[in-house]
Structures are given as C-alpha cells and as structure tokens.
C-alpha cells in the first residue's frame, strides 16, 4: 500500500532511540525526508548527538532519503523554533511532525518532588503544545495542511500503580490536547491524531519491563511486549494520506490492554 509519503518531511521528535528511532526508519522507509530530533542537557549528562547521527547517516545509507539530526529541547520554545528552522533550511517544510520525546520518571506521589512533577509534564505535555503550536502557525500562514501524531500511552486512561502518575497525567492532558487542537484546526485540513502504545522494548522501559516481566504480561492480553516497530507502523499510518478521514483519534496500539 502506497502511503503517498514520497518526499514529504517528517520531524519526530525524541528520534534518535526507542520508539521514535523506529518510527524514522519506517518513515524514510516510505520515502519521508526524516529530521531525528535529539535531546542533549549537558547539566543532567544527556547528549543523544552521536546516536542521532548514527541514525540518520543509515537512514540515508539504506533508504536513499535525506535526514537531519537536529539537537533541542521540546519544552523550550526557541528551541522548538530553531529546529523548525533548521529542518525547513535542509530538508524543507515540515509536513509531519510526530511528537514522540518523553520521559518516564518513577516516584510515587508522597514522595515525588515538584522539580520531578514539572519536568515530566514539560516534556511530555508542554513539549508537544509547542511544536504543535509551531508547525500549525507555520501551516496555516502558509496556506498548507499537515499532519500531526502526538505519542500518548495506555496510561493515559488506565493511571499508574507503579510509581507514574506524573507520567499518566501528562499522557491524559495530551490526549485531550489533541481532541482539542485537532477541533481547532481541522477546517485547514491539518490532521491530528494520537497513538496510545502499551508496553514496548525500548531502553525507556526494559528494566522495569524485565523486574516485573510475568506481571507485566499478565496485563496484556496478546500476551507480549511490543517491538517499537509495531508501534511505529500505526503511527507512520496516522502520518499519511491513507488515514485521510481521521483527526482527533487516539488509536489503541496497547496490546489489547485499553481495547477501546
């Protein structure tokens, strides 16, 4: 099936590793200029640079399509507009963005902090209001459409019971984020839409997945953890003309988990 992404640039934010490393290569795999966002903070010791250029350098070895590593911080609004500009200056307009960083803190609440609280939802709920905020100005001033797919979880409607409430509610708070934005912008044919995964091999999750592996299967009913290509593959849909009459949909990718 032709998803008719040939030449359309895709910024996925969070790219370099996991879930968003997966859905850059099934993105170039289309065709898709793919910018890998990374995220470095020298105060915390984080610099995902060199995975980001290892990524794009096989992303044009194997699939013969341009990709930009772009460094940033989504909870910082210049930095969210930097990377725009830097996309569209080697690549060209964004297209697709796809709003994969997060992070996933454990601390439950009696003894989590304010800082904790505030960072994880300024990654994962001010971040995507940002670059969403960024693409459909830029869109809209434009006169062109787009398409948007926010990374939400299961935990969004399910809570947490091990120590990741903050992490829940900002998965909630995205996915009405994402009704709301899609109501808001749907009359300039720009497409919003979510995703909410369930458990996953990525390097976010797997020592939390491997302590508690048999109570984590437990919860599924297919009875294993996704590979984040699974995932990957309904989000690169969501991405594409072929969801053409879809916009604020949270689509479940969690295993039977939601079966909603």
Request: proline share 3%; aromatic share 6%.
């Given at each position: 099936?032709?998803?008719?992404?040939?030449?359309?640039?895709?910024?996925?934010?969070?790219?370099?590793?996991?879930?968003?490393?997966?859905?850059?290569?099934?993105?170039?795999?289309?065709?898709?200029?793919?910018?890998?966002?990374?995220?470095?903070?020298?105060?915390?010791?984080?610099?995902?640079?060199?995975?980001?250029?290892?990524?794009?350098?096989?992303?044009?070895?194997?699939?013969?399509?341009?990709?930009?590593?772009?460094?940033?911080?989504?909870?910082?609004?210049?930095?969210?507009?930097?990377?725009?500009?830097?996309?569209?200056?080697?690549?060209?307009?964004?297209?697709?963005?796809?709003?994969?960083?997060?992070?996933?803190?454990?601390?439950?609440?009696?003894?989590?902090?304010?800082?904790?609280?505030?960072?994880?939802?300024?990654?994962?709920?001010?971040?995507?209001?940002?670059?969403?905020?960024?693409?459909?100005?830029?869109?809209?001033?434009?006169?062109?459409?787009?398409?948007?797919?926010?990374?939400?979880?299961?935990?969004?409607?399910?809570?947490?019971?091990?120590?990741?409430?903050?992490?829940?509610?900002?998965?909630?708070?995205?996915?009405?984020?994402?009704?709301?934005?899609?109501?808001?912008?749907?009359?300039h044919g720009i497409?919003?839409?979510?995703?909410?995964?369930?458990?996953?091999?990525?390097?976010?999750?797997?020592?939390?997945?491997?302590?508690?592996?048999?109570?984590?299967?437990?919860?599924?009913?297919?009875?294993?953890?996704?590979?984040?290509?699974?995932?990957?593959?309904?989000?690169?849909f969501l991405a594409?003309?072929?969801?053409?009459?879809?916009?604020?949909?949270?689509?479940?990718?969690?295993?039977?988990?939601?079966?909603?």
């Amino acid at each position: 099936m032709d998803l008719h992404l040939q030449d359309k640039v895709a910024l996925v934010t969070g790219g370099s590793r996991g879930l968003g490393r997966a859905i850059a290569r099934e993105l170039a795999a289309e065709g898709a200029r793919v910018a890998v966002h990374y995220y470095r903070d020298a105060e915390r010791g984080i610099d995902l640079a060199g995975e980001a250029a290892e990524l794009a350098e096989s992303i044009r070895a194997e699939y013969g399509v341009p990709a930009l590593p772009v460094p940033g911080d989504v909870a910082r609004a210049a930095d969210v507009a930097e990377a725009f500009r830097a996309v569209e200056a080697e690549l060209g307009p964004v297209d697709v963005l796809v709003n994969n960083a997060g992070v996933w803190p454990t601390s439950y609440v009696k003894d989590m902090t304010e800082a904790e609280w505030n960072r994880t939802v300024a990654v994962n709920l001010t971040g995507p209001f940002l670059t969403c905020r960024e693409a459909v100005r830029r869109w809209i001033d434009a006169g062109r459409t787009g398409r948007i797919v926010n990374v939400s979880s299961q935990a969004a409607f399910l809570g947490s019971t091990t120590g990741h409430a903050h992490y829940a509610a900002s998965k909630g708070g995205l996915v009405t984020f994402t009704v709301s934005l899609a109501r808001e912008v749907a009359a300039h044919g720009i497409h919003v839409n979510a995703v909410a995964p369930g458990f996953m091999e990525t390097e976010m999750a797997r020592a939390s997945i491997e302590k508690n592996r048999d109570q984590t299967l437990k919860r599924i009913p297919l009875g294993r953890v996704a590979h984040p290509s699974e995932i990957a593959a309904v989000v690169v849909f969501l991405a594409s003309d072929r969801a053409s009459y879809m916009t604020g949909a949270t689509v479940d990718a969690s295993g039977g988990m939601l079966m909603r």
